[in-house]
């Protein structure tokens, strides 16, 4: 545990750092000069940190723990921390159920801190305040022997006691906090502890003491509209003295912005108000997050009391029925996802480097937008949404299940109170999935005064609130009808009146101009979901004003490290590892693809046109930004070949470009100064940087072709003559057909025509080394038939034996040994309708392969539908048996569907095996996941070790196939009528279909170690 030094531990002064509402010590905002004469130290707020302020800087208290592990004796604990992660008490996953709310001996917990502090003696006569940001759950507080007030409920907010009167200023104070994991409230219990997450006891954000001047101000509430609107209202306390509150607005460069506003203050004042215009603000968006200080001065005539400051940013929302969701004007499409707070080694205790960093991958898959769910966030994580640019849709707990009123108007205030002025907050959310009680929805308005539209992620009751549809895991044909008939679908769901009544009275408008945007979508269960059939979800989403766009499930796998299970990272089964990222932030493959499909530009081109001469049409996808604030940077690239011993890119050219002038929807032409030779290279790579340098997307476009590759590392001629015997082998009468030349032999196994062994003798060792691909090709996705004829024949320099076949689809094989020793492998195949996949197998043992290098896209497999996210280049990786959102989370995953592939060397312990497709659309199947029995997201896989495809399957999601199965056909969503094979998430994840006759000539190489 990093220890926290001295000076920051025991008091942190803060000048300007916004307490009111949002303690912004990390904010990063300069000191600014005060008007009027102060008193040394006597206007500031004072923050005096009794804890760590995060999972990197802890502070040991005493502790005790009542059951499970190391309980019943006392010892310490760092805190901020959740005991469970410490080494205490007892692990458990959420969906905790209990007919009656309450938890009887099962993980109820309860945890005794106490610790001892002092605070400085000019303290005295100022008013502190003690702060808890978080504790689950159930929080009874004890100073100096006396209660400091009403045990606190609700495991996920901000709390503070007034603490003046029972401290001792300049002395030791003894402070004492029993946390009750389970509360004593059954609807606490059903919102929180019922969650689909982790449940963890204890102090786990920080807690500290403010202390702020008799007189001062208290929390803000700020209004900031687009147009320059502003007005600022704020709590007074102890105004005696005091006759005027200044306020002045500051930019992000420090100047003030406009005059001061003034108000006058009269004795016992307990708020107040300015208000102003400032012309032409910089305004706050995702895309361009500007930020402003306003900064308030307390003052009694010309001398000054007390100051605060609170950062805001100038923004509008609006939801316009019929026409969609609009930030400052602009029609906004949310590209999101939901995101937990959590760290594998310390729970839900994290830090603002975790929030920085997540908030960043964010950024980096191009997205706009996050859901906190199902719980609000660490304050920080907000802060840096604000900085970076991130609109944040907040979310009141209550998984499956509600608050009471009575908890629940408390936890709303607490939670609206704390994050109200930050710009990245649009929405706030009641719940989850039937976890709403409905009479909380106006208790946000109460306590925010810019009237954020209060949402329900997933209603199940009305499916709409406030305009806005958020139904959770829409097929693609419920999403069809939603965008194109809402009014339709929410008639033909409410058949019954006394429903629909139920409905029109909670929003009279429901239905009329709905906008459509699910809070939950595509389940991303271990590798499927997220960006698996998210490319055919956006082009829908695209192509209709009424939607908002949607949020993926989920940000990372929610694995935690269990040290009572020797160090395992524990996902919980199926329930946790939902993941874009791993634990520990590994990018998975949907990142990927997610990156590329919510890129705001987008560039149609898959090749280079005949006659290409530098000019690539860009679509801007921004919704508000300009596509000549993005800088292309273009590369030439050349790259070693198959036969190489190592894996190199090296760069012959590059340049830079600002990109065209181009409204948001609209194309342009960009123009790349290209060199007169660039036609000799490999490879035209692109890569696009929005203002602020982070790269959106990078598109790399093939130069050489693939037959062009091909015609170059090939060699059909040499030296050696080619020879066909027949070899006896096995039982009596069977001879396989043998091609030999110099050092390399392959037979064929007369009785299925297949592959039986290559052998290559090791050179100056005279040793035949066998090499282990055999058994194929074997159809996958069809049947063989039987061997018809095998017959060998002269080819060029080289000799064919060639197997012809009846009674299955597949047609024709030819195998070709050249001189070279090159293996020429030809086959053809018939084959109509659906099918899982459709290509040919081999076997090629897995223990005897360490690795992998091929040109192509890479470096992770992909599906039917997640074809975006695969990058052209050269990629090589070492053998894993990684299976997404399982330990050990090494990515790019060695299993799976790799292509379009150009050539590729599957490395073996005895000899190299290289292939290259002249054809260059070439998917390779390399083995296949470990799925453990019962996995609800399995893809197939054909038989055999490695597939040289041409169709391969599509991956579903934790709660759906990926297309529908037979029989399917007759069931209705919303109205529309699905068919067998029909992708259940669109035209990409349906079933895939054989058209006819396929043939492939793929060239072989076999080298010896």
């Given at each position: 545990m990093a220890s926290v030094p001295f000076a920051k531990r025991w008091l942190v002064w803060v000048i300007s750092a916004g307490l009111v509402g949002s303690l912004a010590l990390q904010a990063g905002l300069a000191t600014t000069a005060h008007c009027g004469k102060a008193p040394e130290g006597s206007v500031l707020t004072e923050v005096q940190y009794l804890s760590g302020t995060d999972k990197d800087h802890r502070v040991n208290w005493e502790f005790y723990c009542t059951g499970g592990r190391n309980s019943r004796i006392w010892t310490t604990i760092p805190v901020p921390s959740c005991w469970e992660t410490e080494g205490f008490g007892t692990f458990n996953y959420g969906r905790d159920m209990p007919k009656d709310g309450l938890f009887h001996g099962r993980s109820n917990?309860?945890?005794?801190?106490?610790?001892?502090?002092?605070?400085?003696?000019?303290?005295?006569?100022?008013?502190?305040?003690?702060?808890?940001?978080?504790?689950?759950?159930?929080?009874?507080?004890?100073?100096?022997?006396?209660?400091?007030?009403?045990?606190?409920?609700?495991?996920?907010?901000?709390?503070?006691?007034?603490?003046?009167?029972?401290?001792?200023?300049?002395?030791?104070?003894?402070?004492?906090?029993?946390?009750?994991?389970?509360?004593?409230?059954?609807?606490?219990?059903?919102?929180?502890?019922?969650?689909?997450?982790?449940?963890?006891?204890?102090?786990?954000?920080?807690?500290?003491l403010v202390a702020r001047p008799a007189e001062h101000i208290g929390q803000c509430a700020i209004v900031a509209e687009a147009d320059g609107t502003f007005e600022l209202t704020t709590e007074l306390h102890g105004i005696q003295r005091a006759n005027l509150l200044r306020v002045a607005i500051i930019d992000s460069n420090g100047a003030a912005v406009g005059q001061a506003m003034e108000t006058q203050l009269s004795p016992g004042q307990r708020s107040a108000t300015v208000r102003t215009n400032v012309t032409d603000p910089r305004t706050w968006s995702a895309e361009s997050p500007n930020l402003y200080v306003a900064r308030m001065d307390l003052l009694q005539d010309d001398r000054l009391i007390h100051t605060e400051t609170e950062r805001f940013?100038?923004?509008?929302?609006?939801?316009?029925?019929?026409?969609?969701?609009?930030?400052?004007?602009?029609?906004?499409?949310?590209?999101g996802t939901n995101r937990h707070t959590f760290w594998p080694d310390t729970g839900r205790t994290v830090s603002?480097?975790?929030?920085?960093?997540?908030?960043?991958?964010?950024?980096?898959?191009?997205?706009?937008?996050?859901?906190?769910?199902?719980?609000?966030?660490?304050?920080?994580?907000?802060q840096v949404c604000d900085e970076l640019g991130l609109y944040v849709l907040e979310e009141l707990a209550g998984w499956h299940w509600a608050y009471s009123d009575q908890v629940g108007r408390r936890l709303v205030r607490q939670m609206v109170e704390r994050d109200r002025n930050h710009p990245s907050v649009i929405f706030w959310l009641n719940g989850n999935e039937g976890g709403t009680n409905m009479n909380l929805n106006a208790e946000f308005a109460l306590y925010d005064p810019q009237r954020r539209p209060v949402l329900i992620p997933g209603e199940q009751r009305t499916w709409i609130y406030n305009h806005v549809i958020t139904k959770h895991y829409p097929k693609y044909i419920e999403l069809v009808d939603l965008l194109e008939r809402p009014e339709d679908v929410l008639r033909q769901k409410y058949t019954d009146g006394d429903r629909l009544a139920e409905l029109q009275a909670m929003d009279p408008h429901s239905g009329l101009g709905a906008i459509i945007m699910p809070t939950e979508m595509l389940h991303g269960l271990y590798d499927g979901g997220n960006g698996a059939g998210l490319a055919d979800f956006w082009e829908l989403m695209r192509r209709h004003k009424t939607s908002a766009g949607g949020f993926t499930w989920a940000f990372a796998d929610e694995g935690i490290r269990r040290p009572d299970r020797h160090g395992i990272i524990d996902t919980h089964l199926t329930d946790a590892?939902?993941?874009?990222?791993?634990?520990?932030?590994?990018?998975?493959?949907?990142?990927?693809?997610?990156?590329?499909?919510?890129?705001?530009?987008?560039?149609?081109?898959?090749?280079?046109?005949?006659?290409?001469?530098?000019?690539?049409?860009?679509?801007?996808?921004?919704?508000?930004?300009?596509?000549?604030?993005?800088?292309?940077?273009?590369?030439?690239?050349?790259?070693?070949?198959?036969?190489?011993q190592t894996a190199e890119e090296r760069l012959a050219a590059s340049g830079q470009v600002q990109g065209p002038k181009a409204s948001p929807g609209q194309k342009a032409t960009l123009e790349l100064p290209l060199a007169d030779n660039w036609q000799a290279h490999d490879a035209l790579r692109l890569k696009a940087f929005d203002w602020t340098g982070r790269q959106l997307w990078t598109w790399t476009w093939p130069i050489r072709s693939a037959k062009a590759w091909a015609e170059t590392v090939i060699q059909k001629t040499g030296s050696d003559k080619v020879i066909y015997r027949l070899q006896q082998e096995d039982r009596p009468g069977k001879a396989y057909h043998v091609l030999e030349c110099g050092r390399l032999l392959i037979a064929i196994d007369p009785d299925t025509g297949r592959l039986a062994r290559v052998a290559r003798e090791r050179p100056g060792e005279g040793k035949v080394r066998l090499i282990d691909l055999s058994n194929g090709p074997a159809m996958a996705g069809g049947q063989d038939g039987r061997v018809a004829a095998i017959t060998h024949l002269p080819d060029g320099d080289g000799h064919a034996i060639e197997v012809l076949y009846t009674g299955g689809n597949l047609k024709g094989v030819r195998?070709?040994?050249?001189?070279?020793?090159?293996?020429?492998?030809?086959?053809?195949?018939?084959?109509?309708?659906?099918?899982?996949?459709?290509?040919?197998?081999?076997?090629?043992?897995?223990?005897?392969?360490?690795?992998?290098?091929?040109?192509?896209?890479?470096?992770?497999?992909?599906?039917?539908?997640?074809?975006?996210?695969?990058?052209?280049?050269?990629?090589?990786?070492?053998?894993?048996?990684?299976?997404?959102?399982?330990?050990?989370?090494?990515?790019?995953?060695?299993?799976?569907?790799h292509g379009p592939v150009f050539w590729a060397t599957i490395e073996t312990t005895d000899g190299h095996i290289t292939l290259m497709d002249p054809k260059g659309d070439l998917v390779l199947r390399l083995y296949r996941p470990a799925y453990l029995p019962g996995e609800p997201v399995q893809a197939p896989f054909p038989p055999g070790d490695i597939s040289f495809m041409d169709l391969i399957p599509p991956i579903g999601q934790k709660f759906d196939p990926a297309y529908w199965p037979d029989g399917d056909y007759t069931r209705r969503y919303g109205g529309g009528k699905a068919r067998p094979n029909e992708g259940v998430f669109g035209p990409q994840s349906g079933r895939p279909m054989a058209t006819g006759d396929y043939c492939r000539t793929i060239y072989l190489f076999f080298g010896v170690q």
């Open positions: 917990e309860q945890g005794i801190y106490r610790h001892s502090f002092a605070v400085p003696q000019h303290w005295q006569g100022r008013h502190v305040e003690l702060v808890f940001d978080g504790v689950f759950t159930d929080t009874e507080v004890t100073l100096n022997g006396r209660s400091v007030g009403p045990t606190h409920q609700g495991g996920f907010y901000r709390f503070r006691y007034d603490v003046t009167d029972l401290l001792v200023y300049g002395d030791n104070n003894r402070l004492e906090v029993k946390v009750s994991k389970a509360s004593s409230d059954p609807t606490v219990n059903e919102a929180e502890r019922a969650g689909d997450y982790w449940i963890f006891g204890g102090i786990y954000r920080p807690v500290y940013g100038f923004r509008t929302i609006e939801i316009r029925p019929g026409e969609g969701i609009f930030i400052n004007g602009r029609h906004v499409m949310f590209k603002r480097a975790v929030d920085e960093l997540d908030v960043g991958l964010m950024k980096d898959m191009n997205m706009n937008a996050v859901r906190t769910s199902h719980y609000p966030p660490d304050e920080s994580f907000i590892p939902d993941g874009i990222l791993g634990p520990y932030r590994q990018k998975e493959g949907s990142f990927y693809a997610i990156k590329e499909i919510w890129s705001p530009v987008y560039i149609a081109i898959e090749h280079l046109p005949d006659g290409f001469d530098g000019r690539i049409e860009v679509e801007n996808r921004y919704d508000m930004t300009d596509l000549s604030s993005v800088c292309f940077q273009w590369q030439l690239i050349d790259w070693t070949g198959p036969l190489d195998w070709t040994l050249y001189p070279s020793g090159w293996v020429g492998l030809s086959y053809q195949y018939h084959q109509e309708g659906y099918v899982d996949y459709l290509g040919v197998s081999f076997d090629l043992p897995e223990r005897l392969v360490y690795g992998t290098r091929w040109l192509g896209g890479g470096p992770y497999p992909i599906w039917k539908n997640r074809l975006a996210g695969a990058r052209f280049g050269l990629w090589e990786k070492g053998h894993n048996r990684s299976m997404t959102g399982h330990a050990p989370w090494e990515y790019p995953e060695f299993p799976g569907y």
